[in-house]
């Protein structure tokens, strides 16, 4: 990512002090701000202090920072507004959704009726390869540096 690209994330710019936010929790790595446009009441935003596009882009300690501010601010959900559910939701890339390339979990109070709609696929869904298959070669790729192994796409 070039000076240019993190000097226009709108996160970098409230995570640096020049762009308001609604900080709900802050701590050494993360933030966590109410978005501009929330889903729905209590909706909230956790975002790594130092800039990483996605989750293939963050450091693993960062990560595990994220994660951990995004359960303390679900707890706090939980016991300020009591929603019957909730999400925890981060996407990586224009495929899955992703509108800010700056790495962002949502955190997202449910409540019956709201306007949120995320319904997987129901039924049978056609697949390249076998569950078996897939498990395999991601057991590979989590146990092992080395990439011998072709890849699923290969």
Not at 14 to 32: K, L, Q, R, W
Not at 69 to 78: D, F, G, H, T
């Amino acid at each position: 990512m070039t000076n240019d690209e993190v000097e226009s994330c709108p996160f970098c710019a409230i995570v640096n002090g020049s762009a308001p936010a609604h900080v709900v929790h802050e701590d050494s790595t993360t933030m966590a701000i109410v978005p501009r446009h929330p889903a729905t009441t209590g909706h909230v935003l956790v975002i790594p202090k130092e800039h990483a596009a996605d989750a293939w882009s963050i450091s693993r300690r960062d990560f595990t920072e994220v994660n951990s501010s995004a359960w303390l601010v679900a707890q706090a959900v939980r016991k300020a507004l009591n929603p019957p559910g909730l999400n925890i939701i981060s996407s990586t890339g224009e495929v899955a959704t992703q509108t800010v390339f700056h790495l962002h979990v949502h955190v997202v109070p449910r409540w019956a009726g709201d306007a949120v709609n995320l319904e997987w696929p129901h039924g049978s869904t056609p697949l390249d390869f076998t569950r078996e298959e897939v498990a395999e070669t991601l057991r590979h790729y989590i146990t092992s540096e080395r990439t011998t192994k072709p890849r699923l796409q290969d």
